[in-house]
Structure formats: structure tokens, C-alpha cells
């Protein structure tokens, strides 16, 4: 407890606070310890790595890099209870590594130069996704937005993804660049934040799907602005679209369910987290004098943040416009000022679900804008 006033004012339990009945109103706030070992735990998590790479002229426009990446990975985690965790969870009794792998990420780029400003790149790679402490330990946290508990599933697997992506890029300038792309990719044991059929709705947990892909195409321009008068030589803009279809297969067993009510019913839906198009944009100035802004918008479109089982339907983010504003100075002396005003539009966040044509709001709030002003000194200048 914490408070100004003698200990035998109060009087507590490990679970709140009472006042003592014999004290009348002492003013003050009363802090009790509730520390429950059941949701704390060590854990640490390793990583050791070697790369190798090797460039290979093939001809005079043609050049291939080929390397590969060796990761080992290791989570380790303890629990702090003695009885409830391990109830749950007994092959965690001491000091258990819940992950350990050992992978070869290859990769392969192929560059063609068409001209001098003009290239094409081929590119596959094998990256890795690793859950986070939050998603493998078997404890419960709580997410103030939504309202609901999070429990971590110790037997996630690691996500394996392998990549292809096909790009065209033209340079004007050496400062603008237009680029046309086109991507694949395809998952590995993927991890989903889902309800916990075990426990009430109000309980998320994460799990592994076996395989998902998605494809797209992004297209990205930056031009400077000089071409509209001299005025603007200082100011760059930038932007870029991508569109993506991604797809997972359902599980048999929930698939059979969802068609037991509805026969129709497709047995794939998009990945979890994926939205269908990202939009991104950036209004740049910089001068000799030491000052740089920017002004940045981002939206995403709808994607899934919890995925339901059964025949209910799973809850989308809706798309959030973002505008942040950025400037800083610097000075010959090494003195830096920043300052910063984020989330300008203030829109709203909202989660919703669908059924039978009607959209159901499940979390709606503003962000709220921020502002942020710094002073920083350069020790090298």
C-alpha cells in the first residue's frame, strides 16, 4: 500500500482494500499488493544467426545475389505459480523452451538493368515470423480498448513465409523514382488472434492456421515539385497503392458447422490482419537551411482482428485515416528542435461484425491527437 497516514488506519487484503471501520473518513488514496503469480512469468528469448551472400555478374546488364540466412531460435519461459498454470499447462513445470527451431532463409535476387534509369527486379526470399511473449505465454493480460482478456497459447509455432516479388522501376531523376510491382507470398502455420472456444467470448487466445497465401500488385510514385515553379524546388511527393487478395482455408470441423447453418458458405476467408488495399502518401520539404516537414496520410482497408468459430461472424477494423505533420531544425551549433502533431484528422476506431447484411459496431472510440516538442543536441558537432 501507499498512502500518507499511519498502517493502522487502514485495513487490507491482498485483494483490495477496506477501510477500518473504527477510523470514521480518512481522506487518501489505499493501495493494496493483488500480485497474482498465475499471470507473471519470466521468459527470454534467443536468437543466434549467420549470414552469406555472394553477387554474381551474370553479363554486363544481368546480376544475381544469392545468399542465406541461418537462424536459431529459442523462447524459454517460467512460470511464477505453483498450481494453477501448471494445472493447465503441467509440461510447464520449471524452466521450459516452448520454441526451438533451427532454419535456412535462402534468398535470390535477380537485377536486369534495361537502361541507365530503367531496371527489373526478380526477388525470392524465406522469412520468418516469431509469436511474441504476449502471444505464447499461457497467462492472461487485459486489453483495455476492447474489454477483453488475452490468454497466450504456448504451442504457437513460428510463421515461415515465402516470398516472390516482381518490380519495374523507371528513375527520371536521381530524387523520383515510379515503380509497378507485383508480390506472392505463401504462409506457414500463420498465427490468428481467435476466441478461446473453451472459454467465454470475452477470452482471446492465438492459434496457428496451417497455410495461407495472398497476392497483389502495389504501384509507387516520388516526384519533386520543381517542375511547377521555382518556388517549389524545396518540396517532394510521394505516394503509393497496393492492392492485395489474400486467402486461408477454414478448418473442416468449423467449416461443417458454418454450413450446417449456411450451405453456401465459402470454405476460404481472408487472412487475419490483411487488408485489401493500403494507401500511403507524403508531402516532403527540405532546404539548406537545416529545416525538414512532412506531411504524412495513411488508410488501410477493412481486415479481420479477431477470428470467430462457429457461424459467427469475425470482427473487421474499419479503414482509419491518419495524418501526422513532422518539422525540425537544425542549427550549425549541433541544437535540434522537433516538433510533431499526429493523428490531425482524430477518426475514429471501429471494430464491427456483419450478420445477415447488418453491420454490429463491437469497439468504436477517437484515437485522440497528439503534439510533441523536442529539444536535441548533436555531441559529435
Not at 516537414?293 to 468459430?309: D, H
Amino acid at each position: 500500500y501507499a498512502y500518507f497516514f499511519d498502517d493502522n488506519l487502514i485495513q487490507a487484503t491482498d485483494g483490495g482494500f477496506v477501510k477500518n471501520p473504527q477510523t470514521g473518513n480518512v481522506e487518501g488514496v489505499y493501495v493494496t499488493n493483488s500480485f497474482d503469480p498465475a499471470n507473471n512469468y519470466d521468459a527470454q528469448q534467443y536468437v543466434t544467426a549467420a549470414y552469406g551472400m555472394v553477387e554474381l555478374p551474370l553479363s554486363r546488364k544481368l546480376r544475381a545475389i544469392v545468399g542465406a540466412r541461418m537462424e536459431q531460435t529459442i523462447v524459454r519461459l517460467k512460470t511464477f505459480d505453483t498450481l494453477v498454470a501448471l494445472m493447465n499447462f503441467p509440461f510447464l513445470d520449471g524452466e521450459q523452451d516452448l520454441l526451438k527451431e533451427t532454419d535456412i532463409l535462402p534468398s535470390l535476387n535477380l537485377n536486369y538493368d534495361l537502361t541507365e534509369r530503367m531496371k527489373l527486379r526478380l526477388a525470392y526470399t524465406r522469412t520468418l515470423a516469431r509469436p511474441t511473449f504476449r502471444e505464447v505465454a499461457p497467462f492472461a493480460s487485459f486489453d483495455v480498448d476492447g474489454g477483453f482478456l488475452f490468454i497466450g497459447n504456448p504451442n504457437l509455432e513460428r510463421t515461415l513465409v515465402d516470398n516472390v516479388d516482381f518490380r519495374w522501376e523507371f528513375y527520371p531523376k536521381p530524387s523520383e523514382m515510379i515503380s509497378l510491382s507485383a508480390f506472392y507470398k505463401d504462409f506457414t502455420n500463420p498465427i490468428e488472434r481467435t476466441f478461446n472456444p473453451q472459454a467465454p467470448n470475452t477470452v482471446l487466445t492465438f492459434s496457428n492456421v496451417a497455410q495461407a497465401s495472398l497476392y497483389g500488385a502495389e504501384v509507387e510514385v516520388r516526384k519533386d515539385l520543381s517542375f511547377l515553379g521555382q518556388f517549389l524546388s524545396d518540396f517532394s511527393l510521394g505516394a503509393n497503392f497496393s492492392y492485395v487478395i489474400s486467402e486461408t482455408d477454414i478448418e473442416a470441423d468449423e467449416l461443417a458447422l458454418i454450413r450446417s447453418l449456411d450451405p453456401e458458405a465459402e470454405g476460404t476467408r481472408e487472412m487475419f490482419g490483411q487488408a485489401p488495399w493500403v494507401v500511403n502518401g507524403l508531402l516532403s520539404y527540405k532546404n539548406e537551411g537545416g529545416t525538414q516537414a512532412n506531411l504524412s496520410f495513411n488508410m488501410v482497408g477493412p481486415r479481420i482482428t479477431v477470428v470467430t468459430r462457429g457461424a459467427s461472424p469475425d470482427y473487421y477494423q474499419q479503414p482509419l485515416p491518419l495524418m501526422n505533420f513532422n518539422v525540425s531544425q537544425t542549427f550549425g551549433n549541433g541544437f535540434a528542435v522537433k516538433a510533431s502533431a499526429n493523428n490531425l484528422l482524430n477518426g475514429k476506431y471501429r471494430e464491427t461484425a456483419e450478420y445477415k447484411g447488418e453491420e454490429y459496431s463491437i469497439i468504436q472510440y477517437e484515437l485522440g491527437r497528439t503534439f510533441s516538442l523536442g529539444l536535441s543536441y548533436n555531441l559529435s558537432k
